[in-house]
């Protein structure tokens, strides 16, 4: 069974830096597309950013484009989401997802309902 569990959540001032992490065991980590949604009170979850199996092609949300990086270590089984500049508009839960993909895929799905695996999220809190 494939197991995501994320780190790195906090509180930070607005202008300010966080790393989230996802720790991904129980699969074969480079066979999976992964990508980070977010969830605010009464909201769905949005897609923020994702990375390809590949790690070659990843793809952000308009809103965090230029700000937000995502990476992987494959080695390492972990993945990473660089915020930076965060906006009090951040603040949310944040979760890590993953999908099986083919060797040669070049996009990730952007609908939470495309992914097979979840974490349990972790709190942002950006304050003003």
């Known amino acids: 069974q494939v197991q995501l569990v994320e780190s790195g959540g906090g509180l930070v001032q607005a202008g300010g830096s966080l790393r989230l992490s996802c720790a991904v065991s129980g699969g074969t980590f480079s066979a999976y597309g992964l990508a980070w949604f977010r969830r605010t009170p009464g909201k769905d979850r949005e897609f923020v950013v994702g990375i390809t199996r590949s790690g070659v092609r990843t793809y952000s949300a308009h809103s965090v484009k230029g700000r937000y990086t995502i990476f992987r270590d494959n080695a390492g089984k972990t993945m990473y989401l660089q915020m930076n500049s965060l906006k009090p508009e951040a603040t949310a839960v944040y979760y890590c997802?993953?999908?099986?993909?083919?060797?040669?895929?070049?996009?990730?799905?952007?609908?939470?309902?495309?992914?097979?695996?979840w974490g349990q999220g972790t709190q942002v809190t950006v304050s003003s």
């Open positions: 997802a993953a999908v099986a993909q083919d060797l040669n895929s070049r996009a990730v799905p952007d609908t939470q309902g495309d992914y097979e695996y």
